[in-house]
């Protein structure tokens, strides 16, 4: 799949895909260099940490319930809340992560 010249995973039939982590938004629950496993066809539900199109970017974050729609919430206070009007950018669900070499440092969200 395509979007504005960045492609996502071709997985057929909605299969889930490994990214690792980059930078430290959502420290101290994902780390950089931590490997997150996405569910495309997830169920994106309050406080679900999530995987996100916006603003001609892909963005990991928390999904969030707010008063006036949804929030991709950074756990980091060093980044701001985005707003989201509808659930439309959310592009899959993040179902497990895992550090590289430490199998037993593995959890699962979902």
Not at 24 to 43: D, K, N, V, Y
Not at 89 to 99: E, N, S, T, Y
Request: charged share 20%.
């Amino acid at each position: 799949m395509q979007t504005n010249d960045l492609a996502i995973p071709e997985c057929g039939g909605g299969e889930s895909f490994a990214l690792m982590v980059m930078g430290h938004s959502m420290a101290p629950e994902f780390l950089e260099g931590e490997i997150i496993i996405i569910e495309p066809e997830g169920l994106a539900k309050d406080g679900a940490y999530v995987l996100a199109w916006h603003n001609e970017e892909w963005t990991f974050r928390q999904l969030l319930r707010a008063d006036t729609g949804w929030v991709l919430h950074p756990l980091s206070p060093a980044f701001a809340d985005v707003p989201l009007t509808d659930l439309s950018a959310v592009r899959g669900v993040i179902i497990q992560k895992a550090l590289p070499g430490r199998r037993r440092a593995s959890k699962h969200y979902i």
